[in-house]
């Protein structure tokens, strides 16, 4: 059994559901999201946790030009695997109280960026890669674009123009490195082994950087998000927020820094410095926000601005920490967009101010509300406790200089304590007080809403509670990586 069923899978899938009526289609495209969320349990189970490829394809596909369909999962992969799996059925299962015009398009579509996302996640071959990043690109445009909000048109071409802009960077840099290979190959294996001196790395550095920095996003390239997350349907935004982030994230493991080492080394503290901005910046607008769904857009470039901040330190436990987060982080926020959606289908607003009173018409609703905020703010034994940690500790560790570290990581942490503090206060003007007019009719969740908030409470606390298995099917690859690439710097 090879990753190819995981990545054709969702295709077959997308073909059949768009095909399928309204009511039908959102039930398929569930039972095949279901399926292929069983697949990746099995491959998990079949799992090696070491530093080796496993259930690997390697095929001629463009072999003209050294192109390979090529895909692998190691224990990075592997996680990635895993959040997009997880994710993609809860999100299905959270749009059956909307009615989608034309159903069969919109689940259609959901399923083929699934696949997209698979690509980018398990591809070995620079070309692969790349399609796979413009093949997720493709539907969320679509699903935002189709039946997102009134601003819809204007924001999804400022998000498709920002987003595939970065991309061209990047594929001039593949390109690149495939011109630079002795056996012209976009074989990963290969780049890796490129030797090119420290000024053509950090071209390279800055042509990856790029695409993933839009994608993630971080400051200063984090101006689409905002309003991006908020026109789009909430479907549309957990995509984005749980899982197509991730893909810079991911990009910048195991495609930017292995790639250009020496360009990590000349621009290492401007990133972080970046980082470190983006956290406190995007804070700092949150605290003014009235939107609660704009509010949890702003907590999100919060959170990655501490996830980029970890991974470019580049020690095993600041990457060790982007892992679990990268999991964390897209439970947490589907989550946190979940709540807005129930909130805004049965009050027709998303206004903080207008709110109030809620827990006490919808106790089961208030308490997996606090579930999810205390895990988005990292409370110990919650899932997002663990990564912060971790990240925080390899920010810490990052600089030779000691005061720098501690300054570094110090603004750093600021991210849980801002977040602690405008999410408490956002729950606290929703839930707590008195119901008033618009409130006191809200019901409480049933059926979907409460089986989705249910699995995603238990995820948060059984992850928080023991994250070891988590950490370990990633530790043996994170740190080969890490070691074989401080091996040709140092």
Same mark, same amino acid.
């Given at each position: ?96 109280e909307h009615e989608h015009k034309n159903a069969g398009a919109f689940y259609a579509l959901i399923l083929f960026m699934q696949a997209?996302? $698979?690509?980018?996640?398990?591809? @070995?071959?620079?070309? !692969?890669?790349?399609? &796979?990043?413009?093949? =997720?690109? #493709? ?124 360009? $990590?080394?000349?621009?290492?503290? @401007?990133?972080?410095? !970046?980082?470190?901005? &983006?956290?406190?910046? =995007?804070? #700092? ?39 679990i987060q990268m999991l964390s982080h897209g439970i947490n926020v589907v989550g946190m967009f979940f709540i807005w959606d129930i ?148």
């Open positions: 059994m090879t990753v190819s069923i995981l990545i054709f899978l969702p295709i077959v899938a997308a073909i059949i559901v768009a095909l399928l009526k309204n009511g039908v289609a959102k039930y398929a495209a569930l039972f095949f999201s279901v399926a292929e969320l069983v697949i990746a349990c099995i491959f998990l189970c079949h799992f090696t946790p070491d530093a080796s490829t496993q259930f690997g394809v390697d095929v001629p596909w463009i072999s003209k030009f050294g192109i390979y369909f090529s895909a692998g999962i190691d224990g990075i992969s592997m996680i990635m695997v895993l959040l997009t799996t997880l994710l993609v059925p809860l999100i299905i299962l959270s749009t059956f997209g996302l $698979l690509v980018v996640f398990t591809a @070995l071959d620079g070309f !692969l890669f790349y399609v &796979g990043w413009e093949a =997720a690109l #493709i539907p969320i445009y679509f699903i935002c674009a189709l039946w997102g909000g009134e601003n819809r048109i204007r924001i999804t071409i400022k998000f498709f123009i920002y987003t595939f802009a970065g991309s061209l960077f990047m594929l001039i840099g593949i390109i690149y490195l495939y011109l630079q290979s002795p056996d012209k190959t976009y074989d990963l294996h290969t780049f890796y082994n490129s030797h090119l001196d420290a000024h053509h790395q950090s071209l390279v550095f800055w042509a990856f950087f790029l695409a993933f920095a839009i994608k993630m996003p971080l400051f200063p390239f984090h101006t689409w998000q905002p309003d991006t997350y908020t026109e789009a349907p909430t479907a549309g935004t957990m995509l984005l927020s749980g899982i197509m982030l991730k893909m810079g994230i991911y990009g910048v493991i195991r495609w930017l820094i292995p790639n250009a080492p020496l360009g $990590l080394l000349q621009w290492q503290s @401007l990133v972080i410095i !970046l980082s470190v901005i &983006g956290i406190v910046y =995007a804070s #700092i607008i949150a605290f003014k926000q009235t939107d609660g769904k704009r509010l949890v857009a702003y907590s999100s470039i919060a959170h990655v601005g501490l996830i980029a901040a970890g991974i470019f330190a580049w020690n095993a436990v600041g990457v060790q920490g982007a892992m909130i805004s289908r049965r009050l027709n607003t998303r206004d903080i101010n207008q709110l109030g009173g809620i827990a006490k018409v919808a106790p089961q609703f208030s308490i997996a509300f606090l579930i999810i905020l205390l895990g988005t703010v990292g409370l110990p034994l919650t899932n997002g406790f663990i990564g912060e940690f971790l990240l925080l500790n390899g920010v810490f560790q990052y600089s030779a200089y000691h005061y720098a570290s501690i300054a570094l990581s110090a603004i750093a942490g600021l991210t849980i304590i801002f977040g602690a503090v405008y999410m408490l206060r956002m729950y606290k003007n929703v839930m707590q007080g008195e119901t008033n007019e618009l409130t006191a009719t809200f019901t409480d969740i049933a059926g979907s809403e409460k089986l989705v908030l249910i699995i995603i409470c238990i995820l948060i606390i059984g992850i928080g509670v023991y994250p070891q298995p988590i950490m370990h099917i990633s530790e043996a690859a994170v740190n080969n990586l890490i070691h074989s690439i401080n091996a040709k710097v140092y």
